[in-house]
């Protein structure tokens, strides 16, 4: 029986073209909701409907009451410091300076209003609550009330994994990622994990596909406040930490390789 030494150069184009096939699998999966039609035309999308967000105790709120003499609302005004930037400069994370933190039955203490029950309404609501009560003090009183702690998280295989603080109460998974600067190369698209505490206080979890459009649809897709979303390492990622990638694609060459030489000999 003669025996085949296998050529360099055979070796080394084997190398390379399992090299390449990995990069192309790759380059496929980075690619996001893959079943929307490939057009260059508007094409209509079902997006989840956005539910507005119910104030909790321990949330901290911008309570700003304008009238036509600022002096008169300066006292309730001058808590909300907004937002300043927090941590490094990379991670883009902002955090509320001061506010009105809501107690644990659900009231804010407002200057010259006194306590206000806001506790279960959403911010338009609160609104109308705090304007019924500001009337009494102030003429034609315009109200206005947002979050300054609506915060989520965002973990794993993320460039720029923090717990972000936005202003804006109607944000999207699509948002949160892009806060976080994208998924790394490594990232599970098709596997992103959502922890989220609903009303009754317990904890649930939902896996997510951002390889497909019906994500934009599902009840998950505008997150709430406190979601925490985990993008778990794809099996590359695995296998670079356990240094394996080298010999993966060695044993793969090699029986590239043997594939060759053996159609060749035939």
Known sequence: MKNISLPKGILFTAVIALCALNSCVNTKRLKYFQDLPESTQAKEVDIATYSETFIQPDDILAININTIDPAATNSINSRNGGFSNAGTPQSGMITPVSGYLVDKMGFVD?????????????????????????????????????????????????????????????????????????????????????????????????????????????????????????????????????????????????????????????
């Open 110 to 266: 407002v200057p010259i209003l006194g306590k206000i029950k806001v506790g279960g309404l959403t911010t338009l609501k609160a609104r109308e609550v705090i304007a019924g009560k500001a009337i009494e003090s102030f003429k034609n009183p315009v109200v206005d009330v947002r979050f300054l702690n609506f915060k989520i998280t965002v973990i794993g295989e993320v460039n720029r994994p923090a717990s972000y603080v936005v202003p804006n109460e109607q944000v999207s998974l699509l948002d949160a990622i892009g806060f976080a600067g994208d998924l790394t190369v490594y990232g599970q698209r098709e596997n992103v994990l959502l922890i989220r505490k609903d009303a009754a206080g317990k904890n649930v979890t939902v896996k997510l596909d951002l390889t497909k459009k019906a994500t934009l649809n599902s009840p998950y897709f505008y997150l709430k406040q406190n979601d925490v979303i985990y993008v778990e390492p794809n099996k590359t990622k695995v296998l670079n930490n356990d240094n394996n990638l080298i010999k993966y694609i060695t044993a793969g060459a090699t029986i590239f390789t043997a594939i060759i030489l053996g159609i060749r000999y035939l």
